[in-house]
Nanobody
Framework: QVQLVESGGGLVQAGGSLRLSCVAS???????????MGWFRQAPGKEREFIAA????????SFADSVKGRFTISRDNAKRTVYLQMNSLTPEDTAEYYC?????????????WGQGTQVTVSS
């Protein structure tokens, strides 16, 4: 099991930006456990939804339609970290954001999850 720890959430005004980070535990981080990493979010009263994913090398990424053109995802394997850069935020982006990892891209079945970090966008 991979431990994932998110950071970077907070309160931001509409139109602003935030960058989320997720660090994986050193002991279990590998191409086998973190071949794909990504982000999901869950707003109050809604189901958890996929946001973005990235493969091991960073050569392939995928995004939900709702964030395309506004969010980017990247990773630094030397730091065991995946990032989610969020720009042009709207109140509809308010949610708990979860980091996820899995053994295959495009992360349709994550095996490990972080605890989440709250993002709140004020209008």
């Amino acid at each position: 099991q991979v431990q994932l720890v998110e950071s970077g959430g907070g309160l931001v005004q509409a139109g602003g930006s935030l960058r989320l980070s997720c660090v994986a535990s050193a002991r279990t981080f590998s191409i086998f456990t973190c071949a794909a990493m990504g982000w999901f979010r869950q707003a109050p009263g809604k189901e958890r939804e996929f946001i973005a994913a990235i493969n091991w090398s960073g050569s392939s990424t995928s995004f939900a339609d709702s964030v395309k053109g506004r969010f980017t995802i990247s990773r630094d394997n030397a730091k065991r970290t995946v990032y989610l850069q969020m720009n042009s935020l709207t109140p509809e982006d308010t949610a708990e954001y979860y980091c996820a990892a899995g053994d295959s891209y495009p992360l349709t079945r994550p095996k490990d999850w972080g605890q989440g970090t709250q993002v709140t966008v004020s209008s």
